[in-house]
Nanobody, 122 residues
């Protein structure tokens, strides 16, 4: 049994908003960076956004950069993903992961949460 990492997923109409939380204390390592990924049915896992613990440097996918924001609370060891103007294409299971570098590739991250479902109706 493992501590829950991701939370905040659910159902929302297109145009709505959700805020996801990543409690990194539930991961095997905090890492130097936290990345958010998502995976839709029948599709490969893709990078959404990421942030470094120190310096707060961020990275976004093209799909997320105009609508999503990422932030962190170092004292709580928690990273947040604020998702606005949601579209049906945003539907999927969202995961957070810790890694040494702030990169877009899933293989760059070594510790993963269990995921949280996000469903956006059209």
């Amino acid at each position: 049994q493992r501590q829950q990492v991701e939370s905040g997923g659910g159902w929302v109409q297109a145009g709505g908003s959700l805020r996801l939380s990543c409690d990194a204390s539930g991961l095997s390592t905090r890492g130097n960076a936290i990345g958010w990924f998502r995976q839709a049915p029948g599709k490969e896992r893709e990078f959404v956004a990421g942030i470094r613990w120190i310096g707060a440097r961020t990275l976004f996918s093209s799909a997320a950069e105009d609508r999503f924001t990422i932030s962190k609370d170092n004292a709580k060891t928690t990273v947040y993903l604020q998702m606005n103007s949601l579209k049906s294409d945003d539907t999927g299971v969202y995961y957070c992961a810790a890694g040494q570098y702030l990169r877009r590739g899933p293989d760059e991250y070594e510790s993963w949460g269990q995921g949280t479902q996000v469903t956006v109706s059209s």
